[in-house]
């Protein structure tokens, strides 16, 4: 991450995790998790952006992140007492309000119910902007406990509301996972008056795929995608889910670039052809109308047998804007 946003305040999460690591009069221990390898998620809409450990279940959508500790752990916070496993889940909400104050005392009135006890509000501070957390506990069942805690950051039109929650010993055994978490928040930076926030963002951030490198507007996100015979597949989406960059890799099978398009150009009518350059090799595109509002490019570019595919789609009425971005993703492009 390019900046660090402040930590939790120690004292407050010293005293939360004593109270969760501690139970059954001190004698219960916790052997806490260590931090992995991470990702980064970055909401489509508002901006924010946040590390998450590589591997678990994304399942977010533009203002309502949801990421779990695995397939499974999705089933758990929807049905608390099924056969599940035990796991956590990190979530952010965006709440679109003229009274955040108001909101945030709504939501925390409603979570005052049978079951569930929250602790009095604690002032914090996540991303460099003022807050206040409480700690959960709700108890679904006699085996099944949910624990966790709300970071609530109330701004001028908008509530974040920040949460982190497990079931069993989960929730404390990731402390440190939420630890690092918390400290690579970051609130979108101001963005520019008038301007349209569906287009690419004019800031780019730098990405090692391994078999090459690239950098793409740090509005888009990335998505999951299925491999298949790929030997690399590789989606980002944009504000717009019609808009999006998608990257293949694949053997060449001793193809050269101009045999690859050729048997691609038949499966899309119309298509016209061009040239272009990436990583300093000449490569071919195709070009056609996809739908209705989308149109599609295709970059084909064989190197050491292997056929790099880029595909891009944008929104007809603003071609212009969208290819003078995608044409900085494909400049960007350095194979290894």
């Not at 005293?15 to 052997?31: M, N, S, Y």
């Not at 889910?241 to 050729?262: N, P, R, Y």
Request: glycine share 8%.
């Amino acid at each position: 991450m390019k900046s660090a946003a402040r930590i939790l305040g120690v004292t407050a999460f010293a005293v939360l995790f004593g109270l969760l690591i501690a139970g059954c009069g001190g004698q219960k221990t916790v052997t806490p998790i260590a931090v992995g390898e991470m990702q980064e998620y970055r909401d489509p809409l508002y901006g924010f952006r946040l590390q998450f450990p590589k591997g678990w279940k994304n399942q977010s959508d533009a203002g309502k992140m949801r990421i779990y500790s695995s397939e499974e752990t999705v089933q758990r916070f929807v049905d608390p007492t099924g056969a599940y496993p035990d796991g956590v889940m990190i979530a952010v909400d965006v709440i679109k309000t003229t009274t955040p104050d108001e909101q945030k005392a709504s939501m925390l009135a409603e979570m005052k119910n049978p079951g569930r006890t929250i602790t009095p509000e604690t002032p914090t501070s996540i991303g460099g902007k003022s807050a206040t957390m409480i700690s959960y506990t709700a108890n679904w069942s006699k085996k099944a406990k949910e624990e966790g805690m709300h970071i609530f950051v109330p701004l001028d039109t908008l509530l974040y509301n920040i949460t982190f929650a497990g079931f069993g010993d989960q929730y404390a055994a990731h402390k440190l996972i939420f630890d690092a978490l918390t400290k690579s928040f970051e609130f979108p930076k101001p963005v520019e008056k008038g301007r349209d926030q569906t287009l690419p963002s004019e800031t780019f951030t730098d990405y090692d795929a391994k078999l090459f490198s690239f950098q793409y507007p740090e509005n888009f996100n990335f998505v999951e995608v299925a491999k298949g015979n790929n030997e690399l597949a590789l989606s980002l989406r944009g504000v717009r889910q019609d808009c999006s960059i998608l990257f293949h890799v694949f053997a060449a099978k001793g193809l050269t670039v101009e045999k690859v398009v050729d048997q691609n150009k038949g499966k899309y009518p119309g298509a016209t052809t061009g040239k272009a350059t990436i990583s300093g090799q000449p490569a071919l595109t195709l070009t056609y109308s996809a739908t209705r509002e989308v149109e599609r490019r295709f970059y084909f570019l064989v190197k050491a047998d292997k056929v790099y595919r880029v595909t891009m789609d944008w929104f007809k009425p603003q071609r212009e804007q969208y290819l003078t971005t995608y044409e900085k993703v494909i400049q960007s492009i350095k194979i290894k």
